[in-house]
């Protein structure tokens, strides 16, 4: 696609339900990302993809976390477990190969545990 | 640690002042540097980029930025603001040669009509 696509825009969910975001990256990126953005802050960096390989997934905060991304295509961010600390936006980001070079977000996904 | 310092986090001016956000970075190596910038509603977009070559970058809608690498900044600048800049602006930093990109905390600014 043209750009960076990311689906539901919004999830709404009851505490204790798993939810999966979804992340369509632009054709021919191999790096993607994903970030977090609670209310009032900066982005929180989560994991890194290069390719379907995560070298970097120091930021995942805790094991209700996980990601996957299918070659260099599609990927899944799923919390499990959802707690209410766990609302924010969630913002994917793709590039062609990671190194010197922008970043291009996609709408983020927003994401309120109730 | 690395990381990326934006002092002002809010910041309201009236239509046709001049605009500078402070963007400060912690890492000693060569760095590219980014401006985005999220319009209410939308998506991260770029706005201007540094990766070498001439320390002034001009960006988007007469955005500009300066890097001054002895004192680890990267400022963004508009002499003339509109009320369609009324945003959230992100600074970033990529240490060269890395996929990291380290954002700031942002600045939102507000102008008035």
């Known amino acids: 696609g043209a750009g960076v696509s990311q689906s539901p825009s919004n999830k709404v969910t009851e505490k204790g339900k798993d939810v999966e975001l979804r992340c369509d990256p632009i054709?021919?990126?191999?790096?993607l990302y994903w970030y977090r953005q609670r209310l009032g802050q900066g982005l929180e960096f989560l994991i890194y993809?290069?390719?379907?390989?995560?070298?970097?997934k120091s930021g995942l905060p805790s094991d209700r976390f996980s990601a996957e991304r299918t070659g260099e295509s599609v990927s899944t961010l799923t919390i499990q477990r959802t707690q209410q600390e766990d609302s924010a936006v969630y913002l994917c980001?793709?590039?062609?190969?990671?190194?010197?070079?922008?970043?291009?977000f996609g709408q983020g996904t927003r994401l309120t545990v109730v | 640690a690395q990381s990326v310092s934006q002092h002002n986090h809010h910041v309201i001016l009236s239509e046709a002042a001049s605009l500078e956000l402070g963007c400060n970075y912690s890492?000693?190596?060569?760095?590219?540097l980014f401006w985005y910038v999220q319009y209410p509603g939308q998506h991260l977009q770029l706005l201007l980029k540094?990766?070498?070559?001439?320390?002034l970058v001009k960006g988007i809608k007469g955005f500009e930025a300066e890097f001054i690498k002895s004192k680890f900044s990267f400022n963004l600048r508009k002499p003339s603001v509109q009320w369609s800049d009324t945003a959230e602006y992100f600074c970033?930093?990529?240490?060269?040669?890395?996929?990291?990109?380290?954002f700031g905390t942002g600045t939102r600014l507000k102008v008035l009509a």
């Open positions: 980001a793709s590039s062609p190969d990671g190194i010197d070079t922008e970043a291009f």
């Open positions: 054709s021919g990126h191999t790096a």
């Open positions: 993809f290069q390719g379907n390989s995560a070298p970097d």
């Open positions: 890492y000693g190596g060569t760095v590219n």
């Open positions: 540094y990766f070498s070559g001439d320390p």
């Open positions: 970033a930093v990529n240490p060269a040669g890395t996929y990291k990109y380290i």
